[in-house]
């Protein structure tokens, strides 16, 4: 393991139960951008079977998980792009751990063969935005209005995209290359 993966580890059975008090615990606006029933034991103990779509790691800290991160390819016509779904705890943000999840979830799906990858972020996290930017994201898409929140506040949704070239040298940019053991050149 390099130091940039140092302590991200996949998704296994053995962490269902830490990953479920992750997600419980966090704020609804953060676990509705995961789209998927994750404080459902049975959804999250499935996505540990041999039939589960996508790759997924997370961040222990001992029994606990503090940072979660999903590739997920789209089906049929768009199997070649994969969505990223990212969340770290809330008292854990702001030290580098999203920045190494996303790295570390990029590099993946480059490496399984992935040629776009997409990320929903809602307009006004500013985090959000800068963190897959820094990463080589674009804005794609603007959905107006597409979130409310708990006081029915309205909000933006933003779809970033990265395209990834024939060659590293999109990847080398961003310096993730190396993740995955290649050259960066
Ligand atoms: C987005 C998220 C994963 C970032 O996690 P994090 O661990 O705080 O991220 P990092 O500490 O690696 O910070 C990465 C970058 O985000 C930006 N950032 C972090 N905290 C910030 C803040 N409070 N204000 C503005 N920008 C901030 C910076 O660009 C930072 O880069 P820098 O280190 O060069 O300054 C986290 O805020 C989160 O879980 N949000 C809710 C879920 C979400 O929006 N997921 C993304 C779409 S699925």
Same mark, same amino acid.
């Given at each position: 393991?390099?130091?940039?993966?140092?302590?991200? $580890?996949?998704?296994?059975?053995?962490?269902?139960?830490?990953?479920?008090?992750?997600?419980?615990?966090?704020?609804?606006?953060?676990?509705?951008?995961?789209?998927?029933?994750?404080?459902?034991?049975?959804?999250?103990?499935?996505?540990? &079977?041999?039939?589960?779509?996508?790759?997924?790691?997370?961040? !222990?800290?001992?029994?606990?998980?503090?940072?979660?991160?999903?590739?997920? !390819?789209?089906?049929?016509? &768009?199997?070649? $792009?994969?969505?990223?779904?990212? $969340?770290?705890?809330?008292?854990?943000?702001?030290?580098?751990?999203?920045?190494?999840?996303?790295?570390?979830?990029?590099?993946?799906?480059?490496? &399984?063969?992935?040629?776009?990858?997409?990320?929903?972020?809602?307009?006004?996290?500013? !985090?959000?935005?800068?963190?897959?930017?820094?990463?080589?994201?674009?804005?794609?898409?603007?959905?107006?209005?597409?979130?409310?929140?708990?006081?029915?506040?309205?909000?933006?949704?933003? $779809?970033?995209?990265?395209?990834?070239?024939?060659?590293?040298?999109?990847?080398?940019?961003?310096?993730?290359?190396?993740?995955?053991?290649? !050259?960066?050149?």
């Amino acid at each position: 393991m390099t130091a940039t993966t140092a302590g991200i $580890v996949p998704l296994a059975p053995e962490h269902c139960d830490a990953l479920l008090r992750f997600f419980r615990d966090l704020p609804e606006g953060d676990r509705t951008l995961i789209k998927e029933e994750v404080t459902d034991p049975e959804t999250v103990r499935g996505w540990t &079977s041999r039939e589960a779509r996508g790759q997924r790691w997370l961040f !222990p800290d001992g029994a606990d998980v503090v940072g979660y991160v999903a590739v997920i !390819p789209q089906p049929g016509w &768009s199997d070649h $792009v994969g969505e990223i779904r990212l $969340v770290v705890a809330p008292g854990r943000r702001g030290s580098g751990l999203g920045r190494q999840l996303a790295r570390h979830a990029l590099a993946a799906a480059v490496g &399984s063969g992935l040629t776009k990858l997409v990320v929903e972020v809602v307009a006004d996290q500013a !985090p959000a935005l800068g963190l897959f930017t820094a990463l080589g994201f674009t804005g794609e898409a603007l959905l107006v209005d597409q979130i409310r929140d708990r006081t029915g506040r309205l909000h933006d949704l933003m $779809v970033l995209a990265h395209h990834v070239g024939g060659t590293w040298s999109g990847m080398a940019t961003v310096g993730v290359a190396e993740e995955l053991g290649q !050259p960066e050149d």
